[in-house]
Nanobody, 127 residues
């Protein structure tokens, strides 16, 4: 079981920046393969913002257009996203996401295919 705690949301003016952070915790977490961020606005489906694969590639949604940077700390099981040049269209609830967790057990590594989500962080871009 993994618990995700997000921080860093808030109100920012157009053109401004925000940084969201997410910390994953749980018993005997050995590794997390996929960590990322999604967002959702009322009435729309949740959409991918960015994802970082452990020791692998990072991928961004087309709408990011170089404005956001995702980073992760594998030792701390954290994932951040730095968001610059924000526009009102970026207003949404942002959710931290992790997938492909492995736990250390007495018998070796135990994989977990559950998708875990944070509670959401509101980001509002408005003047």
């Amino acid at each position: 079981q993994v618990h995700l705690v997000e921080s860093g949301g808030g109100l920012v003016q157009p053109g401004g920046s925000l940084r969201l952070s997410c910390a994953a915790s749980g018993n005997n977490i050995f590794s997390i393969r996929v960590m990322g961020w999604y967002r959702q606005v009322p009435g729309k489906q949740r959409e991918l913002v960015a994802v970082a694969v452990r020791d692998g590639p990072t991928n961004y949604a087309d709408f990011v257009q170089g404005r956001f940077t995702i980073s992760r700390d594998n030792a701390k099981n954290t994932v951040d996203i730095q968001m610059n040049s924000l526009t009102p269209d970026d207003t949404a609830v942002y959710y931290c996401y992790v997938d492909r967790v492995a736990y250390q057990t007495r018998n070796g590594l135990l994989p977990d295919s559950t998708n875990y989500w944070g509670q959401g962080a509101q980001v509002t871009v408005s003047s």
